[in-house]
């Protein structure tokens, strides 16, 4: 095994090609920081994705999960244990919530979210009100139910028969919505900021409405808070800044820090819709991930982390305009706390990519949402040093694709 080469090569000779992974394989991360094979040091400002929400091997996360590690990993939900007990309980203190289903990903919470909307509806107002009306362009997950409720098409067709009575309107278009929905519709599922779709922040009073709608239709509202939870736009969940509570919310990425965790919170009635027996996870809830996400919990939701995503977000927004304003090459920097996108202008359409390319080539990690927008999602306690150092690089990576 040892002796082994492990190249770039054997990507495409053992994995299934869904992925088109980079040219060099980081072996180690500190901080914001990564090195790969060669020795190669990147800024991180992709975060695993919106996931390494304290960057890597942050001391809280790495001592959570050498201590569980040698205590218990898992158990199956045929018991249950004191981690999950623990971060079930904070995550109830903490938010509008009362109880908690733990899973591994955030499709695998949306899923739940779903089932149990369709579950809780079918039970209280009968077999008809099945309707799920979703966003274009938004993004919950990749198994075939969240996939067919997320807003792009072309992730959703080419598998058969899709899950059926599932519709979609524009983001931010209430007379859309309004259009749409009837007493037979079921849940609105919506991001409070759409990630993969382009950063795109809801308008101040369309969150409102959507709220008013959904009440007035008893369906409920469902927050795909995968990206936007965790402290990423400043807030512990982002509907706290919106003056909107959701009837369901789901959360993973950042929730464990970098470990696989997804969970789905709910208010206690519309959870007893979900008796013993009707949905499950084999993994969900296991000690080993809940004890990290536990550790990451505690450590972001303090006013010292959450205040310092916002002062982050002014360190971002001050540099990346003074960029613009000698390249001109976005026509805005949008999205919250630490979830920002670099908008490409009229010259620049379609050429996201491009600059993630001359980034990766200047030593910085950052991640594309659509053809249009370069996204930085990085650890929320990066420091101004790793954000000064990156964002230099940004710069070179920027003027790289301007020069041509
Ligand atoms: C990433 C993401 C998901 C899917 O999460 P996985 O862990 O990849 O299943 C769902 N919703 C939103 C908003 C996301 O950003």
Same mark, same amino acid.
């Given at each position: 095994?040892?002796?082994?080469?492990?190249?770039?090569?054997?990507?495409?000779?053992?994995?299934?090609?869904?992925?088109?992974?980079?040219?060099?394989?980081?072996? #180690?991360?500190?901080?914001?920081?990564?090195?790969?094979?060669?020795?190669?040091?990147?800024?991180?400002?992709?975060?695993?994705?919106?996931? +390494?929400?304290?960057?890597?091997?942050?001391?809280?996360?790495?001592?959570?999960?050498?201590?569980?590690?040698? /205590?218990?990993?898992?158990?199956?939900?045929?018991?249950?244990?004191?981690?999950?007990?623990?971060?079930?309980?904070?995550?109830?203190?903490?938010?509008?919530?009362? #109880?908690?289903?733990?899973?591994?990903?955030?499709?695998?919470?949306?899923?739940?979210?779903?089932?149990?909307?369709?579950?809780?509806?079918?039970?209280?107002?009968?077999?008809? /009100?099945?309707?799920?009306?979703?966003?274009?362009?938004?993004?919950?997950?990749?198994?075939?139910?969240?996939?067919?409720?997320?807003?792009?098409?072309?992730?959703?067709?080419?598998?058969?028969?899709?899950?059926?009575?599932?519709?979609?309107?524009?983001?931010?278009?209430?007379?859309?919505?309004?259009?749409?929905?009837?007493?037979?519709?079921?849940?609105?599922?919506?991001?409070?900021?759409?990630?993969?779709?382009?950063?795109?922040?809801? +308008?101040?009073?369309?969150?409102?409405?959507?709220?008013?709608?959904?009440?007035?239709?008893?369906?409920?509202?469902?927050?795909?808070?995968?990206?936007?939870?965790?402290?990423?736009?400043?807030?512990?969940?982002?509907?706290?800044?919106?003056?909107?509570?959701?009837?369901?919310?789901?959360?993973?990425?950042?929730?464990?820090?970098?470990?696989?965790?997804?969970?789905?919170?709910?208010?206690?009635?519309?959870?007893?819709?979900?008796?013993?027996?009707?949905?499950?996870?084999?993994?969900?809830?296991?000690?080993?991930?809940?004890?990290?996400?536990?550790?990451?919990?505690?450590?972001?939701?303090?006013?010292?982390?959450?205040?310092?995503?916002?002062?982050?977000?002014?360190?971002?927004?001050?540099?990346?305009?003074?960029?613009?304003? /000698?390249?001109?090459?976005?026509?805005?920097?949008?999205?919250?706390?630490?979830?920002?996108?670099?908008?490409? +202008?009229?010259?620049?359409?379609?050429?996201? /990519?491009?600059?993630?390319?001359?980034?990766?080539?200047?030593?910085?990690?950052?991640?594309?949402?659509?053809? +249009?927008?370069?996204?930085?999602?990085?650890?929320?306690?990066?420091?101004?040093?790793?954000?000064?150092?990156?964002?230099?690089?940004?710069?070179?990576?920027?003027?790289?694709?301007?020069?041509?």
């Amino acid at each position: 095994m040892s002796d082994m080469a492990v190249t770039r090569e054997l990507f495409d000779q053992v994995m299934v090609p869904n992925y088109a992974p980079s040219g060099s394989i980081p072996v #180690r991360g500190q901080g914001a920081r990564v090195w790969d094979q060669q020795g190669r040091e990147f800024i991180d400002f992709a975060g695993g994705i919106a996931v +390494n929400c304290l960057g890597h091997c942050h001391p809280a996360l790495v001592g959570a999960l050498k201590e569980q590690g040698e /205590k218990l990993w898992h158990l199956s939900n045929v018991w249950t244990n004191e981690p999950a007990l623990r971060l079930g309980k904070k995550l109830v203190d903490a938010t509008f919530a009362e #109880r908690v289903y733990f899973c591994n990903s955030g499709a695998e919470a949306n899923e739940a979210a779903l089932k149990l909307a369709r579950r809780y509806a079918i039970e209280h107002h009968g077999p008809e /009100k099945t309707q799920i009306i979703a966003f274009h362009q938004g993004f919950h997950g990749r198994t075939f139910f969240t996939v067919t409720v997320g807003g792009q098409a072309a992730y959703s067709d080419g598998f058969g028969p899709k899950p059926a009575d599932v519709e979609h309107v524009p983001y931010n278009d209430l007379d859309a919505l309004k259009a749409l929905i009837s007493d037979r519709t079921c849940a609105v599922v919506m991001e409070p900021l759409q990630g993969e779709g382009g950063i795109i922040s809801p +308008n101040a009073d369309f969150v409102q409405a959507v709220r008013e709608l959904c009440d007035q239709h008893n369906a409920l509202l469902v927050f795909d808070e995968v990206q936007t939870g965790v402290g990423r736009t400043g807030a512990l969940y982002a509907y706290m800044d919106l003056g909107v509570t959701p009837d369901i919310l789901t959360s993973a990425k950042a929730l464990g820090g970098g470990f696989p965790i997804g969970a789905m919170l709910t208010r206690a009635d519309i959870a007893a819709s979900l008796k013993p027996g009707t949905h499950g996870s084999t993994y969900g809830g296991n000690p080993l991930a809940c004890a990290v996400a536990e550790a990451a919990f505690d450590t972001v939701n303090t006013p010292e982390v959450l205040a310092g995503v916002k002062e982050r977000e002014g360190w971002y927004r001050e540099d990346l305009a003074k960029i613009n304003a /000698k390249y001109q090459c976005f026509s805005e920097v949008r999205g919250k706390g630490l979830l920002l996108g670099c908008v490409m +202008n009229e010259q620049y359409q379609g050429r996201a /990519k491009e600059f993630l390319q001359a980034a990766s080539e200047e030593g910085l990690m950052v991640l594309i949402a659509g053809a +249009n927008v370069v996204r930085f999602a990085p650890s929320l306690v990066i420091t101004r040093e790793e954000v000064q150092e990156g964002l230099a690089r940004f710069e070179r990576a920027v003027a790289r694709v301007v020069n041509g």
